[in-house]
């Protein structure tokens, strides 16, 4: 991961909380009246990234994610559950193939397979 993967977005509001928009981006909003900003990542990620508050809580983050492609082999980070990646059903789901049938994994509990 290089320091373009990872975008910091400071909030110009002092009480603020953020929301990600149905679309592409995140909405950071004043909690004192109805003022609000929209922000996104870099239009070249696509749909590869997802976002934080920073750890000083003092605005968001966004990271660049790798894609993952159908029929892409990978393992459950939980418990070692092998599977096959069948298609994206969110911004960070995924349908996957198990030994036990379909089901829908967050992407940060995915593994690929190297190999």
């Given at each position: ?6 975008i910091?977005h400071?909030?110009?509001f002092?009480e ?8 592409c981006?995140?909405?950071?909003c ?19 990234w997802t976002w ?6 003092m ?11 159908p029929e892409t082999k990978?393992?459950s ?7 096959i990646?069948l298609c994206?059903?969110g911004?960070n789901?995924?349908?996957v ?6 089901e829908?994994?967050?992407?940060s509990?995915?593994q690929?397979v190297?190999?």
């Open positions: 991961m290089t320091d373009n993967d990872r910091i400071k909030s110009p002092s603020w909380y953020a929301t990600q928009d149905a679309s981006g995140v909405w950071l004043d909690k004192t009246n109805d003022q609000k900003i929209k922000i996104e990542p870099p239009a070249q990620w696509e749909a590869h934080n508050v920073t750890e000083d809580g605005g968001i983050y966004f990271k660049r994610t790798p894609p993952l492609v990978m393992f980070r939980l418990d070692g559950e092998p599977g990646i994206r059903v911004p789901a995924y349908e193939a198990t030994d036990d049938g379909i829908i994994w967050d992407e509990d995915i690929p190297e190999e």
